[in-house]
């Protein structure tokens, strides 16, 4: 399987943009990005999902790397609430069971 | 409704107790999951059914028994746990967005065996 490897932790300050980096090597071409976060005490939470082209949503964006070997979550203006585990993660869609392969995740910690 | 919910929130137990683990969700997702998290690592997935039917189990020791009732109801039985079993169990359900399965994941039941 196909891993992902995140720094463990970053900090960034409140009301700025955060740039969570994931790299991904070994990806292969039917491998979907995913990226989930886990607030304190929750369970994950899905924020944002790729293949190739970068994707935008309410909560985040996703720049995908041509080559498709890295990616970048982007949160645009960081709040203390978004202070969590980020998880990037892949996720073959020929997996009829859907299995998600987990990074170790990145604790974002945000400053006021 | 985007919610799955899981009772109880947190369960200590022995070893030799029987206990249960239970799931729902009522947003007609056909996938429902559980995952065991140990402190500061990702979720590891245990079980998979698809439709109400067992589709992976990631070489779960038989002390824990997964059972899935109907569509909406996920359980997972608890028998002579280790202390190394403690963890946070969680449960999770699926569904297709924009093309693509997105999970929703309840927020889990914090285990502690003695």
């Known amino acids: 399987d196909a891993k992902t490897t995140q720094p463990n932790s970053m900090e960034s300050n409140e009301e700025e943009p955060v740039h969570l980096p994931c790299n991904h090597s070994?990806?292969?071409?039917?491998?979907?990005i995913h990226w989930y976060r886990q607030l304190p005490s929750q369970g994950p939470e899905y924020v944002i999902h790729g293949l190739t082209s970068n994707v935008n949503n309410r909560m985040a964006s996703l720049a995908i790397a041509e080559d498709r070997k890295s990616s970048t979550l982007i949160l645009h203006r960081a709040t203390l609430r978004d202070a969590a585990v980020y998880y990037c993660i892949l996720r073959d869609r020929l997996d009829s069971n859907y299995q998600l392969i987990w990074g170790a995740g990145t604790k974002l910690i945000i400053k006021p | 409704d985007t919610e799955v919910t899981q009772t109880p929130k947190h369960l200590v137990m022995g070893m030799t107790n029987k206990k249960s683990l239970k799931c729902e969700q009522h947003m007609g997702h056909r996938a429902m999951y559980w995952y065991k998290q140990k402190a500061k690592k990702p979720p590891e997935l245990m079980f998979v059914y698809s439709y109400e039917k067992l589709s992976i189990n990631e070489s779960v020791p038989s002390r824990f028994s997964p059972e899935c009732p109907n569509s909406s109801l996920l359980n997972l039985h608890l028998h002579a746990l280790q202390p190394e079993d403690s963890a946070l169990y969680l449960c999770?359900?699926?569904?297709?967005?924009?093309?693509?399965?997105?999970?929703?994941f309840g927020p889990g039941t914090r285990l502690l065996v003695l």
């Open positions: 999770a359900s699926s569904q297709e967005e924009e093309g693509e399965e997105t999970q929703y």
């Open positions: 070994t990806i292969s071409g039917t491998d979907y």
